[in-house]
């Protein structure tokens, strides 16, 4: 079995803030939907209408033909908007911590998907609301040998914070997975800092520590919860998308690395809006690359619950530009909140947190022209 991941990044979700999401109002509407559950906009900008053309396709044949609804439309300079494709489907709900952890409230939240190298699937949420002192969260694993299974194998605690390390007591957060630089790069934050583990075989992970032994990599400022990483490979340079909140205005950040070790100062790629510019507005950072149509599309959630959750897409030619302060390349919501967005064996699906915040959920995602 192989998973076809390329121009994909499989990541976390990695929206788990101190205060989004109320546990009482869970929203049904959407767990089990077959309809297509979308709110677009019809605006397209003069940039993208440039390199959704019949010269931007042949460009790269091969992203074409692996994606044949793109290769059909790109011609035309029709750009795509994702959509989900039939019903949801469960994989994970709340585990059992055991005593030392389990309380009632818990919630599974931002989490990462991926594959190992034995071929086995992989999701490791960030577990809320426990026993774990300080600020709850810690690391659940469950596995499966297939995407589509349903009720994956729970496998236990994955990984609880080091303060040791510098990380905050319990205060894990949106682990990602990337197979990057000979190895399986895990990017997490603790509550402040983005960080990083690694792995050989996509199983068992370590901290990648700097010379004071600490995990930190970079940060916004004391205060800010610095979290929700996801990187993708854009030519030569790692992209590392964060949030955080500094001013308790959320944004989108991104900082550069062409070794995923020494990284450029942050630069802000969305901010603001119709999603709002509040501290909560700019989370759960996920870009997916399509370079068959020349074009990058960001998923920035605003809202777990109450129902509906939201994300809001954007669409551009430059992965370092998705808007600030604008919606020009705003091309509409998706009832959905933390979704990741990857392709297995020529099929996109999307994962995401599930409405009443009681386990993760997949379905399949097609991209239809508007």
Avoid at 209 to 229: M, Q, V, W, Y
Avoid at 322 to 349: H, S
Wanted: glycine share 8%.
């Amino acid at each position: 079995m192989a998973a076809a991941i390329a121009c994909v990044c499989l990541s976390s979700c990695r929206g788990d803030s101190p205060v989004n999401g109320a546990t009482d109002t869970p929203d049904d509407n959407h767990a089990d939907s077959s309809a297509p559950d979308v709110a677009v906009d019809t605006h397209v900008s003069a940039a993208e209408a440039a390199v959704a053309s019949p010269e931007a396709a042949a460009a790269s044949p091969e992203a074409a033909a692996a994606s044949p609804e793109a290769a059909s439309t790109a011609d035309a300079g029709v750009p795509l908007f994702p959509e989900i494709d039939g019903a949801w489907w469960q994989i994970a709900s709340t585990p059992d911590l055991g005593a030392t952890f389990n309380q009632a409230g818990e919630q599974p939240v931002d989490f990462a998907i991926w594959p190992s190298a034995d071929g086995r699937w992989h999701v490791w949420s960030c577990i809320r609301g426990t026993k774990c002192a300080g600020q709850s969260r810690l690391f659940y694993h469950w596995e499966s040998a297939l995407p589509t299974d349903t009720s994956w194998t729970p496998v236990g605690i994955a990984m609880q914070a080091d303060t040791t390390a510098g990380e905050t007591a319990c205060g894990l957060q949106a682990p990602f997975v990337i197979q990057a630089e000979g190895a399986y790069q895990m990017f997490y934050g603790d509550w402040e800092h983005i960080c990083r583990a690694q792995s050989t075989d996509g199983k068992t992970f370590t901290r990648v520590l700097d010379a004071a032994k600490h995990s930190a990599i970079f940060d916004e400022g004391g205060g800010t919860n610095t979290r929700d990483p996801m990187v993708l490979k854009v030519g030569s340079s790692y992209n590392a998308y964060y949030t955080a909140f500094p001013g308790n205005v959320g944004s989108v950040y991104v900082r550069t690395s062409p070794d995923l070790r020494t990284w450029s100062a942050s630069h802000i790629v969305a901010r603001g809006g119709a999603a709002g510019s509040g501290p909560l507005t700019a989370e759960c950072p996920f870009v997916v690359a399509r370079p068959d149509l020349g074009v990058y599309y960001l998923f920035r959630t605003q809202r777990y619950t109450p129902a509906p959750a939201q994300t809001t897409v954007y669409r551009s030619p430059d992965p370092l530009d998705f808007g600030v302060d604008d919606d020009k390349y705003r091309i509409g919501t998706l009832p959905v909140a933390a979704p990741e967005i990857f392709q297995f064996n020529g099929q996109w699906y999307i994962a995401a947190v599930r409405p009443n915040l009681d386990g993760i959920q997949l379905a399949k995602l097609r991209w239809v022209a508007h």
